[in-house]
């Protein structure tokens, strides 16, 4: 597998998705698809568990308690528009 981002990883995990889903392939090629989905899986699982990591790094306290607060999309994208 290619360097890919989380994004082209996610395109091609649901281009994947519905390759399988139309039962056109064959058993060897449905089987190929479907480890290349657990891998794209996998990465991209690992890639939001980093994420997660950084995120909560960002939001310690100067004396390295954690202030957690909880995420609003709403808030957040009222403020934009």
Do not use: R
């Amino acid at each position: 597998m290619a360097k890919m981002t989380f994004e082209e990883s996610m395109k091609q995990l649901e281009k994947i998705v519905e390759d399988l889903e139309s039962g056109d392939l064959t058993l060897d090629k449905a089987l190929k698809k479907f480890e290349e989905g657990v891998k794209l899986s996998k990465f991209c699982s690992d890639k939001l568990e980093e994420t997660e990591k950084k995120i909560t790094m960002l939001l310690k306290d100067p004396d390295g308690s954690l202030q957690e607060t909880p995420f609003n999309a709403s808030e957040n994208t009222s403020e934009e528009t």
